[in-house]
């Protein structure tokens, strides 16, 4: 008979694992804590258990999604029980033979991993940007040839439960605090991420922030604003530059907009270059790429003002950076669920840029605080829709409207691509917009 396994958060890396689990022929259980509408679960033969949040006796394997803490249920009572507890990603890795390139850190991730994989297929190899940004990885077990490299965004939630997860290129972007509310200290967090070099041998690349040491057997690389430093693998001296290719492109020939993505920048072609790519390939790369939905996303202009979804700054860091980006006259819209992080370095980064501030969502009390104490004029809006209406109301021509929420969504909608789409949404219904709606 079959293994019975237990796969834990039913979102769409753990429906991959159960749906991975069952073509494998095994016994499997899936349960969420929520309610989950899932016939297509139900038509693998996939035992589905939803709201449940017990212990479920007799399983060889527990599948653990990265929205569950390990403190849940039925993850402790596993683990009491002697029960092995991976990843959705360690899950995938044991049957896929890819080559693996590995992007974690705390801000630009999902940029820097997408951009990999476009420099990837612009030099003429296969890839394809996986993991934590959209496409599970066990959803790619059997759909994609064994040649192409997987460039996998992880989260430190993913990261926590490998064990032969070994990319043969990987970066630690940077660290700084977040998910603090599920983490019990930035140390601790910082050691989740730093998980995912431990597997690496001398030949692979590890790029990590300077002052920490990859965890395997890779030696440490690094990423330099400015001119190169010892180790580094990758530097912004009057353009990019890499350590084996010489400048590869000036930053004017570069498409992503904003001081932190020169950092993810030079972190891609530093993976891609590892994995193959020429460097005419990676300065035409460069050059064409799009950008990623929902992170500084110019979704129209209307009237002269501009708007962008930065939906996905779910910190204030990543705020931070938004604010880099755009230095004209700003109009933020901010809030939505805190993650246990200070506001305020935000608001003084704030002060002097941001004309006005509207707040939405649980945080928005709390962010507002923040602001007034720098004497930022704010208002409390509660919605998206009725934040942009109140900055359409009072931005002027070359103002730019923000959304660069320093939160999650999870107060007011599913995720953050959700909370974006609202964004775009309510800017088409704007009066002269020719933003298409959806």
Partial sequence: MADRVLVVG??????????????????????????????????????????????????????????????????????????????????????????LIGVTGTNGKTTTTELAAHLLRTAGIDAVACG???????????????????????????????????????????????????????????????????????????IVPRGLVPTGGAPARHVDEG??????????????????LGLVASWEDVSLRGRHNRQNAMAAVALAAHAGATRDALAAGLAAFPG?????????????????????????????????????????????????TPFDGLAAAAAGVVVRAYFVGDAAGEIGAAFDARGIAAEQCGTIPAAVAAAAGRARPGDVVLLAPACTSFDQYANFEERGRDFRDAVAHLPGSRFPRR
């Fill in 10 to 99: 039913l979102a769409r890396s753990g429906r991959a694992a159960a749906l991975l689990l069952a073509g494998l022929g095994h016994d499997v259980v899936a349960i969420d804590a929520a309610p989950v509408d899932a016939p297509e679960l139900t038509a693998a033969g996939i035992d589905v258990r939803a709201p449940f949040d017990g212990a479920v006796p007799g399983v060889a394997l527990v599948v653990k999604s990265p929205g569950v803490p390990a403190s849940a249920a039925p993850v402790a009572a596993a683990r009491a029980a002697g029960t092995p507890v991976m990843s959705e990603i360690e899950l995938a890795v044991r049957h896929l033979a890819n080559p």
């Fill in 132 to 206: 934590n940004q959209g496409t599970p990885l066990s959803a790619l077990v059997g759909a994609v040839d064994a040649g192409a490299w997987l460039v996998v965004e992880c989260s430190s939630f993913q990261l926590e439960d490998i064990d032969t997860f070994h990319p043969r290129a990987a970066v630690l972007l940077n660290i700084t605090p977040d998910h603090l509310d599920r983490h019990a200290s930035l140390e601790e967090y910082r050691d989740a991420k730093l998980r995912i070099f431990e597997n690496q041998v001398a030949q692979d690349l590890a």
């Fill in 227 to 244: 001119p190169a430093g010892p180790g580094a693998v990758a530097w912004s001296e009057g353009g990019l530059h890499h350590a084996g």
């Fill in 292 to 340: 990623v939905e929902h992170r500084l996303e110019v979704v129209a202009d209307v009237g002269g003002v501009r708007y962008v979804n930065d939906s996905k700054a779910t910190n204030p860091d990543a705020a931070l950076a938004a604010l880099d980006a755009y230095p004209e006259r700003v109009h933020l819209i901010a809030g939505g669920r805190a993650k246990g």
